[in-house]
């Protein structure tokens, strides 16, 4: 599935960044900034480009596997949605400080409502679709409260450094 590939790449590009960069030292702030930059790069920005173009070029299919309806134009809709945020995220890359805050609010808020969403389905229609009650629930939750409980932390490490 395209999100455990995601997760890995993301998990994989901060190993590997701490580890070349490990000079710079392994402080708490550090840490936090190198996590948080590649959520917002590898996961939501890059991995976010992936996810929304099924919604783009093949929205029935995509419907079908969340087990709704096919034929509307919401997928459609959702696609390009999901693609200015991973254009956010992806800008994070050279965008940097408070920048972070509008692409962790904007995916935090969509992915935590989406979650809603398919909590609502699955208990309201038992709607137990791969797409709606399998592993997307749990990126759906976890990942932006780990992002939001991140950008708290560069917030503050970043407020006491510039006092």
């Given amino acids: 599935m395209i999100f455990h590939v995601i ?47 099924p919604h783009i070029v093949s929205p029935d299919s995509i419907a079908n596997f969340i087990g709704w309806p096919a034929g509307s134009p919401f997928q459609l809709e959702l696609g390009f949605a999901s693609l200015g945020i991973a254009i956010l995220g992806v800008l994070s890359l050279w965008l940097r400080g408070n920048f972070w805050i509008a692409p962790v609010v904007a995916q935090s808020t969509f ?8 909590i609502q389905d ?37 407020k006491t450094t510039n006092e």
């Fill in 7 to 53: 997760l890995g790449a993301t998990l994989a590009t901060i190993f590997f960044q701490l580890v070349w960069t490990r000079s710079q030292g392994f402080s708490t702030k550090r840490i936090v900034s190198v996590c948080l930059q590649n959520i917002l790069f590898v996961q939501w920005g890059i991995g976010g480009i992936f996810v929304a173009l």
């Fill in 111 to 118: 992915l935590l409502g989406a979650a809603g969403i398919h």
């Fill in 122 to 158: 699955l208990l309201e229609h038992g709607n137990f679709a791969a797409g709606n009650a399998g592993p997307i629930l749990f990126y759906d939750i976890f990942v932006p409260l780990i992002a939001l409980s991140l950008l708290g932390l560069h917030l503050r490490y970043q």
